[in-house]
């Protein structure tokens, strides 16, 4: 041993520890940004919006990977939900308030003309700032949002019953609905090129070029996974530019926490609308059944225990299909399977993407996070891969009835 960090191997010693170092530091840097606001300088951003009562508590709330999240609860029992957004990840943030501006206003008009429909609690509500705005730029540059708090709702990162997931799919499917005929004119690309496919390609192709982190070393099993399939992924953006699919607006980031589910498990609210823009119904559908089908974590360590949870999936067809089988087209339908594939990869894409470049875009936590995640991601595209023919006949049997029920 002494031969070892003394002899020939000293420099090579060295500079292990050092990029060991790096990364940890890297790490202790990303917590202590997290828990530095002080509840004073909390105090100071909510006192620029209109809420009412006085600040008693603000606690960090939530698992998102992108936006600083805090629960803020008043004297008067008021409850808020207030962000800090990543103007990293979304660089026009007046574009994007705008956006949130006018799609929530678009689903509680639509709301507001459905019998029994609740659009105060079905829809988020942004709370304006004392100048009439919806966002409040700090003096570090940081912007600041305010919504109203939906009281007795849960989100799942994990679903658990065939209900929710029948739930979830009702509310994505109903969100797609709703949506159908607004303006796309009155919405701008938060973040351009956001599911397509061969630019994130491109970008991991860069990421392999510069390997600024260091990291490249091992990754040529998920390097040769990620060639293998790259055809079989670009086929729902060639159809789309064939014109043999519909662009829609849609949510772009279903994943099943970015659905409120009511005390009794209904469908309430959809949320984190940050990424509404135009795409494929099945990138929405994909995406939802990346978090649905997984009976382990996004992030899970373990392969073994990543598997499909059938029911689940399912249950989600059933919602889902129930509320968009009256305006799919037949080949929206027959991209949605292909959705489910492509969604896990490419989300396993980004998450290599960034661990290559050193976590500069999701929340770590741990200097391999973004790694683990990425080998998950590619695991469950295997065991989809496996079960298509189950998967396909599950969704044309559900299209089926639905066609039946609707004659
Ligand atoms: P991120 O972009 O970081 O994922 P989200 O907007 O999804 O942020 O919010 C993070 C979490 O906060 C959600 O998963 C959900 O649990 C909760 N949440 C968001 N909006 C509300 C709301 N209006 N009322 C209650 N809980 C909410
Ligand atoms: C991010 O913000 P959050 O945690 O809901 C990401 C999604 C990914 C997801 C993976 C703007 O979503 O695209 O699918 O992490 N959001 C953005 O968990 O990049
Ligand atoms: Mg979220």
């Known amino acids: 041993m002494h031969g070892f960090y003394q002899g020939k191997f000293r420099h090579c010693w060295v500079f292990l520890i050092t990029i060991k170092q790096m990364c940890f530091l890297k790490y202790d840097i990303y917590r202590l940004n997290k828990t530095t606001l002080t509840d004073k300088a909390i105090e100071d951003i909510v006192s620029k919006f209109r809420l009412e009562g006085k600040l008693i508590t603000a606690r960090t709330f939530g698992s998102g990977h992108i936006n600083d999240t805090y629960r803020v609860i008043t ?21 994007l308030m705008n956006n949130l501006v006018n799609v929530t206003r678009h689903l509680k008009g639509k709301l507001t003309a459905v019998p029994g429909a609740d ?33 007795n709702t849960k989100s799942y990162d994990q679903v658990l019953t065939e209900k929710q997931a029948f739930e979830g799919g009702k509310a994505f499917g109903l969100f797609q609905a ?23 390609l491109a970008n991991l192709a860069k990421a392999i070029a510069a390997d600024s982190a260091h990291r490249l070393i091992k990754l040529s099993p998920e390097i040769e996974f990620i060639n293998q399939r790259r055809d079989a992924m670009c086929q729902i953006l060639a159809m789309g530019r064939a014109g043999l699919l519909p662009e829609r ?17 209904h469908a309430q609210c959809v949320i984190d609308l940050d990424t509404v823009m135009p795409g494929y119904v099945a990138y929405d559908f994909g995406d939802a059944v990346r978090t649905i089908i997984n009976t382990a974590p996004e992030d899970e360590p373990e392969l073994v225990l990543i598997k499909l949870n059938i029911p689940l999936f399912t249950g989600y067809v059933k919602g889902y299909l129930k509320q968009t ?18 969604l896990p990869y490419m989300q396993g894409v980004r998450f290599l993407t960034d661990y290559l470049n050193g976590d500069i875009y999701f929340k770590i936590h741990s200097p391999w996070h973004n790694l683990q995640r990425a080998k998950a991601q590619f695991q469950l595209v295997k065991k989809l891969e496996e079960a298509q023919e189950t998967l396909n006949n599950i969704i044309l049997r559900t299209w089926q009835h639905e066609k039946d029920e609707a004659k």
Request: hydrophobic share 40%; proline share 3%; net charge negative.
């Open 75 to 95: 004297d008067t029992g008021n409850s808020y939900l207030l962000q800090k957004i990543n103007h990293f990840v979304f660089k026009d943030v007046p574009g």
């Open 119 to 151: 659009p105060e609690k079905q829809v988020l509500t942004l709370v304006e700032t004392n100048d009439n705005g919806y966002y409040f730029e700090d003096a570090g540059g940081n912007y600041w949002r305010v919504f109203l708090f939906l009281n």
């Open 178 to 200: 709703l949506l159908a005929d607004m303006d796309t004119g009155l919405i701008v690309d938060t973040i351009p090129n956001f599911h397509n496919i061969e630019s994130r």
């Open 249 to 265: 607006i849609i949510h772009n980031d279903t994943k099943f926490n970015n659905v409120l589910l009511d005390e009794h498990d």
């Open 325 to 342: 089988a009256g305006f799919l087209t037949e080949a929206e339908l027959n991209s949605l399977l292909n959705g489910a594939m492509l």
